[in-house]
T-cell receptor
């Protein structure tokens, strides 16, 4: 069974902390994505990557960075967490032009 | 700009049929997806349409009209477990997925 795994289901962090969200896929997919999902706003793309060490900004990259050192792993970094970054974070992967497989999500609360 | 519209919320009765509409305006079109998302969980793939017409998969069907920028998801013989949000997403000319905000479907006994 193909899988995208996010390291944490729930996280609580303090304002100003550096936060790492990890995502690993076992499908050998080229493409990986980080989204945040907020009520009424749908899925908003933060960053994506089409290859190792490659990254592209999505619609809302401010306050975030990413790292893709290996094909199977795509990390999202909140450099200095703020309360407006409280959200559900979803990682997804895909092969070429096909549909996405999502991880189970990380619900991050910044206090 | 690029835009996908779908109703915010719908209510239906167990055993009935419901149709969730999606209209889109995107720069190019390379396919339309429907995903199901239960509360607190990740979206899961339901269907993919790239050509006009109806695709049937069990109790779920998805229809596409590219000329009208329109799709619908049809759910038959509704069950309580179908209570979820349904997300419409379109792949644009750059193969980027553009997401609708989702339709929350409430099933009543």
């Amino acid at each position: 069974d193909v899988k995208v795994t996010q390291s944490s289901r729930y996280l609580v962090k303090r304002t100003g902390e550096k936060v790492f969200l990890e995502c690993v896929q076992d499908m050998d997919h080229e493409n990986m994505f980080w989204y945040r999902q907020d009520p009424g706003l749908g899925l908003r793309l933060i960053y994506f990557s089409y290859d190792v060490k490659m990254k592209e900004k999505g619609d809302i990259p401010e306050g975030y960075s990413v790292s893709r050192e290996k094909k199977e792993r795509f990390s999202l970094i909140l450099e200095s967490a703020s309360t407006n970054q409280t959200s559900m974070y979803l990682c997804a992967s895909s092969r070429a032009r096909y549909g996405y497989t999502f991880g189970s999500g990380t619900r991050l609360t910044v206090v | 700009g690029q835009n996908i519209d779908q109703p915010t919320e719908m209510t239906a009765t167990e055993g009935a049929i419901v149709q969730i509409n999606c209209t889109y305006q995107t720069s190019g079109f390379n396919g339309l997806f429907w995903y199901q998302q239960h509360a607190g969980e990740a979206p899961t793939f339901l269907s993919y349409n790239v050509l006009d017409g109806l695709e049937e998969k069990g109790r779920f069907s998805s229809f596409l009209s590219r000329s009208k920028g329109y799709s619908y998801l049809l759910l038959k013989e509704l069950q309580m477990k179908d209570s979820a949000s349904y997300l419409c997403a379109v792949t644009d000319s750059n193969y980027q997925l553009i997401w609708g905000a989702g339709t929350k479907l409430i099933i009543k006994p």
